[in-house]
């Protein structure tokens, strides 16, 4: 992918989070150090790797979800590494989120239209324009605009998954969380939604941090890959370079680990993964 370079949009510099230890005075345990990367406007960065290497607290960190012991993260050049409830509240116009779970990221008794509307009203936009702009999102992400007036129940996760993606685009945000935002859906449905991301982004010029366990996912997506183990930054360059000839030996372990179709290259990917695994 081609992006244009402007100047950063998203600056995390030698980032640090910690968590409470467990017992009595017990030690806080770090579980990222020293993480740094730049997003540029309409650039995505994919950050990789298995449960707990830390990748999600990084886009929660960003969010302002969890503290930040130390280090700093700018936005547009303003430095919000501990940004306030008010602060955090204007940055939601610039900074939104998809989440993991299509099936609990919906209030199930609001339908299609009030969940839309309710960031445009939030932010101040007349009742009237946001129920009028519900329609031109739904066709944004490729839904029907009858959908407005029925439930998420209704709906398939990969429907679902593009209903919060219509709620995260509502405001016109320039940055977006995506926190494992396929994983949840079939093969098909992921290819589907992954090229409904490419699309926005192209129309929209926005940006995304887009966290994922399978390094076959954000190839597709990504103009950067960066992968984390146990909260150290073990490799970071372009997707192409990262996804296709890795070079530290955990990122070649997670790109062994993706399946493939082909019944006779999964099985030379495990013996691959065996060797590797041995010669460790």
Known sequence: MDVVRNEPLLEVERLCV?????????????????????????????????????KTTIGRAVLG????????????????????RAE???????????????????????????????????????AQEARRRVGALLDRVHLPADAAHRLPREFSGGQRQRIAIARAIALGPRLIVCDEPVSALDLTTQARVLELFTEIQENTGVAYLFVSHDLGVVRHVSHNVMVLYRGDVVEHGRAEQVTADPRHPYTRKLLMSAPVPDPAAQRLRREERRALAQSA
């Open 18 to 54: 910690d968590f409470p230890g467990r017992g009595f005075r017990a030690k806080p345990n770090r579980v990222l150090r020293d993480v740094s990367f730049v997003i540029r406007p309409g650039e995505t960065l994919g950050l990789v790797g298995e449960s707990g290497s830390g």
């Open 65 to 84: 979800l969890v503290p930040v012991s130390a280090g700093t993260v700018r936005f547009d050049g303003r430095d919000i590494t501990r940004a306030g």
């Open 88 to 126: 955090r509240r204007r940055l939601s116009q610039d900074v939104q989120v998809v989440f993991q779970d299509p099936y609990t990221s919906l209030n199930p008794s609001m339908t299609i239209e009030s969940i839309l509307t309710e960031p445009l009203t939030a932010a101040g936009t007349d």
